[in-house]
């Protein structure tokens, strides 16, 4: 099946600052979700980006599909921040398989 | 944006017994729907994916007598873990598609399960 790698594993950075999440997957795909699950487990849609490039606030996000893979860039980073952040792909089968995730903590 | 509820948040229970867990669409209608299982610091492992009125396909390894899926509307579906064990504790989460953006995917807030 589909392979999706995100790097890095861990992140820590200090409040105000930039950084790039990054998502490599195995095959072609039909969609790409960024997800941000926050401590308390709730995981909250950031972007759905099949391809292109979008952004909202302080995140952007931008999906090169020839060459699968996705970044997901959080620029002057707040301790809300905080929380692992997944990319999950929508296969041909129809089913959202999901990243290995980036685990991040903002320092204040 | 779309709302999944799902509850209870948490459960703890004896070994032996059997949970549910619901998973509703608040606004909009889901014509698909998966539930995902996650253990500490991992990754969300798809189990199932149900359609309204048909039957769950499960993904390999997961149980499907052990882990009852059922989907009976549009906007209800529910897990029923079987003859619980503590190997059974983990964040069961679900997630629906649907509506206007039907490819999207939109989560429930999971729930905490606990086998004593």
Redesign the interface.
Known sequence: GIQVEQSPPDLILQEGANSTLRCNFSDSV??L?W?HQNP????I?LF?IPSGTKQNGRLSATTVATERYSLLYISSSQTTDSGVY?C?L?SGT????????T?LKVLA | ?AVVSQHPSRVICKSGTSVKIECRSLDFQAT?M?W?R?FP??????MA?SNEGSKATYEQGVEKDKFLINHASLTLSTLTVTSAHPEDSS?Y?C?ASGGA?N?????G??T?LSVL
Do not use: V
């Open positions: 039909n969609n979700q997800f308390w487990g709730q995981l849609n759905y997944f999950a929508l129809y089913k959202y398989i999901f990243g290995t995730g685990r | 944006g698909t998966f995902y996650q610091k991992q990754s969300l492992m798809l994916t964040f989460i997630s953006s490819e999207k995917l939109f989560f807030s999971g905490q």
